[in-house]
């Protein structure tokens, strides 16, 4: 396991925790990497049957490590975010958010491809790609105006307006809003429930929930297109400029 993702499996219950509070839990490629082999495993495995993602300290994440991102790839054959997005998207498996803290970016969209998520009352949600010359990712282009309706959609991904926990819930973007000193608590007993239910009910009643999301992988795949695009792009590296300079990016 990568350093910064630790993994815990207690009675049927793996929980992965983002660790990496120095930098707000941002996630590296070998962060994704982890992860990604943390749900290829929890997908194959009978000893967990319910996976929980949370961040540590006070952060859920503050999204991707844009300073590995602009350095490239390193020319793996598919790219650790890539692993890791395909892996969360079709995990048959039930899937938990307990959402700790400020998720951004891929913390907001990674949400969309879980079955629950309980936030905290200090958990805010943005999503801030235009912002840094980027484009939407994990399908969530799709998803998030199907989850919390265009209007909101639009606001969050294009003007990055930052929903705060009450607004998350009335959105339908969170199913549960708990006090943060309870957070954990009140998903390890979700988490339970899941894990002790019949199985085999629980596998397919998530699959005739998931039906109709045939869309998911084709426009996750048209995302990542753009964004590798914009990953090469002036307006990209205007952003990292202005972030190393300490200054507003100029885009014109």
């Known amino acids: 396991m990568a350093e910064n993702?630790?993994?815990?499996?207690?009675?049927?219950?793996?929980?992965?925790?983002?660790?990496r509070p120095a930098k707000r839990n941002a996630i590296t490629q070998d962060m994704y990497a982890a992860m990604a082999d943390a749900l290829e495993t929890y997908t194959r495995s009978?000893?967990?049957?319910?996976?929980?993602?949370?961040?540590?300290?006070?952060?859920?994440t503050a999204g991707n490590d844009l300073q590995g991102f602009a350095m490239g790839s390193r020319g793996d054959e598919v790219p650790p975010v890539t692993r890791f997005l395909a892996a969360i998207s079709t995990c048959p498996k039930p899937l938990i958010a307990a959402v700790n803290g400020p998720a951004i970016g891929v913390g907001v969209t990674m949400l969309l491809?879980?079955?629950?998520?309980?936030a905290s009352d200090?958990?805010?949600?943005?999503?801030?790609?235009?912002?840094?010359?980027?484009?939407p990712e994990?399908?969530?282009?799709?998803?998030?105006?199907?989850?919390?309706?265009?209007?909101?959609?639009?606001?969050?991904?294009?003007?990055?307006?930052?929903?705060?926990?009450?607004?998350a819930v009335r959105f339908g973007l969170v199913s549960r809003l708990i006090p943060f000193a309870d957070l954990m608590a009140e998903t390890a007993k979700v988490a339970a429930q899941l894990a002790?239910?019949?199985?085999?009910?629980?596998?397919?009643?998530?699959?005739?929930?998931?039906?109709?999301?045939?869309?998911?992988?084709?426009?996750?795949?048209?995302?990542?297109?753009?964004?590798?695009?914009?990953?090469?792009?002036?307006?990209?590296?205007?952003?990292?400029?202005?972030?190393?300079?300490k200054r507003?990016?100029?885009?014109t």
């Open 113 to 118: 491809h879980c079955d629950l998520i309980i």
């Open 46 to 60: 009978d000893d967990s049957r319910a996976f929980v993602i949370t961040g540590a300290e006070d952060y859920f």
């Open 196 to 245: 002790n239910a019949a199985p085999n009910s629980m596998l397919k009643s998530k699959s005739l929930i998931r039906q109709g999301r045939e869309q998911v992988a084709a426009q996750m795949e048209k995302e990542s297109i753009l964004f590798a695009e914009q990953l090469n792009s002036p307006e990209f590296a205007e952003v990292i400029a202005a972030r190393q300079q």
């Open 122 to 135: 200090t958990a805010t949600f943005s999503t801030p790609f235009v912002q840094l010359g980027l484009v």
């Open 248 to 251: 507003m990016p100029d885009f």
């Open 5 to 19: 993702i630790t993994l815990n499996t207690v009675e049927r219950v793996t929980t992965l925790t983002i660790s």
């Open 138 to 167: 994990a399908a969530s282009s799709l998803l998030l105006p199907a989850t919390v309706g265009m209007a909101v959609a639009n606001d969050m991904l294009l003007a990055n307006r930052v929903l705060a926990s009450d607004e």
